[in-house]
């Protein structure tokens, strides 16, 4: 399966603990998406990358997230000093520009 | 900023029977529109898409939906729907000009089918 692809599918951690996630989009695909859905909820934006470079950040972004790609291929995001509030599902999308997104399958993430 | 507006949290409907969601959108130039599914605990599979064009979109799984600019909606609908329709079904607009897979999804319409 050539899908976008996202690790791990579940994460519990305790409150101020650090974590990282990572998604490897489709290949080829020159945008990467990450989105936060939480129970109940659409997914919401949260950044983009065209190829390495990282175009929009949410304002839902907080200091504490950092998201990177670097040679334009896979992704990461981190969350810092975790907050019971980032409990979440945390989306990430690949596509070709100008074209329709495909989603992974997500990380849940429970911070407890 | 775009918005997209779903009034139905939760529907039911009996297996056979026709399907329409509603969809209501804000967006200040042509819009660029989905619907995409979502089972319990997996990611967002797409329906469909309007970009421009047939304003009648036909999408997978015998889905298709409607673009009406007069009425800012994008309904989607099945003729006869199956059990394992049952999902959470979102709509949601691009931002267009070079970022229509920036998405900003509307709240969800939960889809329960009874037999």
């Known amino acids: 399966d050539t899908g976008v692809s996202q690790d791990p599918r579940h994460k519990i951690t305790k409150r101020g603990q650090n974590v990282t996630f990572r998604c490897d989009p489709i290949?080829?695909?020159?945008?990467l998406y990450w989105y936060r859905q939480t129970l109940g909820q659409g997914p919401e934006f949260l950044t983009y990358f065209q190829n390495e470079a990282q175009l929009e950040k949410s304002r839902l972004l907080s200091d504490r997230f950092s998201a990177e790609r670097p040679k334009g291929s896979f992704s990461t995001l981190e969350i810092q000093r975790t907050e019971q509030g980032d409990s979440a599902m945390y989306l990430c999308a690949s596509s070709l520009t100008e074209s329709e997104a495909f989603f992974g399958q997500g990380t849940r993430l429970t911070v407890v | 900023a775009q918005s997209v507006t779903q009034p139905d949290i939760h529907i039911t409907v009996s297996e056979g029977a026709s399907l329409e969601l509603r969809c209501n959108y804000s967006?200040?130039?042509?819009?660029?529109l989905f619907w995409y599914v979502q089972s319990p605990g997996q990611g967002l599979q797409l329906l469909l898409k309007y970009f421009s064009g047939d304003t009648l979109v036909q999408g997978i799984k015998g889905f298709e939906a409607e673009f009406k600019r007069s009425q800012s909606s994008f309904n989607l609908r099945k003729p006869s729907v199956h059990w394992s329709d049952a999902a959470e079904y979102f709509c949601?607009?691009?931002?267009?000009?070079?970022?229509?897979?920036?998405?900003?999804f509307g709240t969800g319409t939960r889809l329960q089918v009874t037999l």
């Open positions: 949601a607009v691009g931002a267009g000009a070079g970022t229509a897979s920036k998405l900003t």
């Open positions: 290949s080829e695909h020159n945008r």
């Open positions: 967006y200040g130039a042509t819009p660029y």
